[in-house]
């Protein structure tokens, strides 16, 4: 398998820590998004949507965070990332999806450099923008996990959810913003990272950190 993968990409990290959970063995291939390498012509190939991450397992190609974990999960069925109920993997499916497309999405890099470079705002208007989506998204899922008595966002078993919190945890606290009015999510963030399959997916142990 390969990864086409940036070390910030939150949505990278997330494909990692999953692949990390199964043991599956991956090369990573780097796109560096500042550089604009995602928008190469052999890139775009794989990916015309110009984005990371792109995983690439025998003859198929797939993009999107969420369908390669949910791929993953199918073809690999060792340590399943979604529960057998229904139910609980409905609510994991939209915990996630609050994350990866209505959290995410305001505050991934295209979008801040569209506010710098073309509305021109400055760095700290920047990063209230940043903030303020951040504090709004982390109400509601500090609101979600209310129920979750395990030590990850659902029981006792790392779930899609887990693959999908921490990298954007990891963003929060990249940009000093103070999460202690969001206890759970601390707590499973602080827990999921003495795991192996979570630290080492983590942007400083990727190859092409900087």
Known sequence: MKLYSYFRSSAAYRVRIGLNIKRLAYET????????????????????????????????????????????????PETKLLPNDVQERAKIRAFSQAIACDLHPLNN????????????????????????????????????????????CFGNEATIADCCLIPQVYNAKRFKIDLTAFPKIESIYHHCLSIPAFYNAAPEQQPDWE
């Open 109 to 152: 890099l295209r979008v801040l450099k569209y506010l710098k470079n073309d509305l021109n705002v400055s760095d700290e208007q920047k990063n209230y923008w940043y903030q303020h989506w951040i504090i709004e998204g982390f109400q509601n899922l500090e609101q979600l996990l209310q129920d979750s008595n395990g030590q990850f």
């Open 29 to 76: 291939v780097p796109v560096h998004l500042v550089k604009n390498e995602q928008q190469s012509e052999d890139y775009l190939k794989l990916n015309p949507s110009a984005l990371v991450p792109t995983l690439i397992d025998g003859d198929l190609t797939l993009s999107q965070s969420l369908s390669i974990l949910e791929y993953l999960d199918e073809q690999y």
